[in-house]
């Protein structure tokens, strides 16, 4: 009798301090709403100024879930089609990328996509319109006369196009009427699938989108027929996107029923187990799996399923550490806010969500963490593995590093200009295997007058290092010694170009292939000089 009334006083307790912490997490919601009406109103009566209510509760609501997370936003009605291109990689319009150097000039065509409503219209790389419907593009800037080409998938859209090329019926320089009937524009996820050698077969993949998974199965088909005795799974840079299709990426290759993923929320019930439901096409194939600092969420969950599952060799470096899962909730005036509802685990119980998603490295990477901080979990076959923020590979093998020169000419768009000027000087070029840039003087004294900031990362922080001296006070005293070490640190801007070629030209070479042979090429010529790619292959395969 005594112990049930122990149990029906605790009980009683219990229920008391859940239900006093409800009403004050109510109390706490109420106050604020309250205060926040109280304020907007007080605000609109008496504030000097006109109010802009619209603008400054939409900073107020974005500064409010930036609070919480990355990843969580909130999606006005009019914002609606970026989010859903976003989602999808889809969008309605002719498919290319334009170049608009001149606000007051016209838009040229940088890149239409293989296979594309421009594509098939007759649109190259050169080519120059000058009005879209009958409106000039001068004036327009490029995000203007973009949203003016995109449009309902079926409507057309009619261009005034100055031609780099002669043609069927017009010559070079020509100005022609151009119909394109606008599609739905669906970017590849896969952006690459071939042999790298008589062993290897290779797989880009760039964005975890519907139907992904068919797509990587396809693609193993693919190679399977050309002969592949492993498989090379490049998921480097590669955001994330649908945790579905990472499930159906994993299921290709371990057995029916396998775990692939938990996720875990705050709500009752929240948990969700997800494993492979289909039968697996190949459980044998020796697989490599390439990630770095940009690979994330479902490039995680696939890399760290395989892992956990001794399925597969992580190769690269520790991957972005993006452990959350969002969720669409729909809002008032068809707005949507995409929030973070749960986070995710990997097979062995690991979280791959960084300790502290706030404070990362200049690249997005995790930065080093102290195994103290982290907890060890164990794999299908017992390797230990860790918590605490990414996926670590299984051999680390780091990314080629580049100069503070090359990325500012790549950034500001001087390797993009430069091959469009190519382009219009030649007509023709051997085979993407066959082609070699040879013409980098050309390409010197083009960049050397434009504006970009050339200086070294060494003579940058030296500029850095006296402006502190001078807040200091110090400059005047060091005048001899500063006077020396920037005259050694001083190089001129064709000096360094020339300095940098080796690390440029495969960045020119891409660019240029790409406007002749569309993307595929650019990236077949990307991987002659991907060392990272090369030294993974050097990698044996981790077998237990």
Known sequence: MKITRYFLAALAALTVSVTASAQSKSFTLGKWVELHN????????????????????????????????????YVPEEEQEDFQMMLSNTYGGIGAVIYKPDVNGNVQINEPYAGSPAAKAGLRCGDEIEAIDGETTHGLTSQQSSDKMRGKPGTTVVFRVKKLRGGPTWKAGDVIE????????????????????????????????????????DAYNTLKKKGMKRLVL???????????????IVSLFVPKGSVVVTSKGRLAGAEQV???TTDPIDLEIPIVVLVDSGSASAS?????????????????????????????????????????????????????????????????????????????????HGRTVRDGGGIT??????????????????????VDQYSMKYVREHEALPSVEDFHFDAYDDFVAFAKDKEFDYRSSARALFDEMKKVLAEDGLSETMTGELAALEK?????KETFLRLKKDEIVPFIEEEIAVRYWFQEAGIKVRLRTDDQLKEALTKPAISW
């Open 393 to 414: 590979p299984d051999f680390e093998v780091k990314g080629r590093k580049y100069s503070r020169l090359t990325y500012s000419i790549v950034l500001n768009g001087i």
């Open 234 to 248: 490049d998921l480097r840079s590669n955001g994330g996107g649908l945790m579905n299709e990472a499930v159906n």
């Open 300 to 380: 995680e969950i696939v890399s760290g399923a395989l892992q956990d599952l001794d399925r597969a060799t992580i190769i690269g470096t520790r991957t972005y550490g993006k452990g959350l899962v969002q969720s669409i909730r729909p809002l008032p005036y068809d707005g949507q806010l995409k929030v973070t509802t749960a986070k995710y685990y990997t097979p062995s119980g690991r979280c791959v969500q960084a300790i502290d998603y706030s404070h990362r490295n200049e690249d997005g990477s995790v930065g080093h963490i102290s195994d103290s901080l982290t907890h060890e979990f164990k794999t299908l």
């Open 38 to 73: 109280a304020i907007l109103k007080e605000l609109n009566r008496s504030y000097v100024d006109s109010l802009e209510v619209g603008r400054i509760e939409r900073e107020g609501v974005d500064a409010m879930l930036e609070a919480l997370d990355p990843y969580t936003v």
């Open 178 to 217: 151009v119909p394109v009937t606008r599609e739905r524009i669906a970017l590849p996820s896969i952006e690459y699938v071939d042999m790298l050698n008589d062993r290897d077969g290779y797989v880009l993949m760039t964005k975890f989108t519907e139907g992904v998974g068919q797509g990587i199965r």
């Open 488 to 492: 050694s640190l001083d190089m001129d």
């Open 274 to 276: 997800y494993k492979t």
